[in-house]
């Protein structure tokens, strides 16, 4: 017999709903309270606010994504002292097209509240994400530095946005089955930029999606 689902886990699955349906601003605490068949004080009880119940409904689903990404990583480390460009990129996008290609509806649910956040310029949200994920991407990043060695730190970043761009992008648009095809040319696609980056100089003034805190 499957449990029932949980108070928290009931808020949650109707704000990620709605929030999908309706955007972070125009969904209100009682819409959410009245699909989930909860009150505000549980609202209040498990997530303190409307902000950090928007945190906790991207948290759900990224701490699982990047567990994901990161255990893949730790293979392709493991291998040699030079890891596979490839590889790194693997762990990074494979996981995430495999999350949003799969029959499951909570990956296309998610992609739409995140192409909501986008679409909303929620930057209280964004630098929360930031915050709440920079390890990950400071993983990867030291990955691919040492698998390319001699690679421009600043040129590093700024590719590191077109990636997650690219991958964002395609796992909301893109809607075929065929998930595995599409990770491959995306990393073919990525490892080429990447090591275009080797030998491209440093360009000023490059306006950063995605901050990499070091």
Known sequence: MTASPTTCDRILDAAERLFADEGFHATSLRQITQAADANLAA???????????????????????????LTRLDAALTDSDRPDLEEILEAFI?????????????????????????????????????????HVMRRFASAI?????????????????????????????NGSSNGQAIANDLVRFAAAGLRSAVSVRNLDGATRTLEIHT
């Not at 509806?105 to 909501?116: E, K, P, Q, S």
């Not at 698998?147 to 395609?170: K, M, N, S, Y």
């Open 43 to 69: 609202v209040n009880y498990h997530f303190g606010s409307k902000q950090a119940l928007i945190l906790a409904v991207f948290r759900r689903r990224l701490d699982a994504l990047n567990k994901a990404r």
């Open 94 to 134: 494979v996981p995430a097209l495999a999350f949003t290609h799969g029959s499951e509806d909570a990956g296309h649910l998610f992609m739409r509240i995140l192409m909501r956040a986008f679409a909303e310029r929620d930057d209280q949200l964004h630098r929360a994400l930031s915050a709440e994920y920079a």
């Open 145 to 173: 530095a040492v698998a390319l060695p001699g690679v421009d730190e600043q040129c590093l970043r700024r590719h590191l946005d077109f990636i997650v761009g690219a991958l964002t992008h395609t796992m909301a648009e």
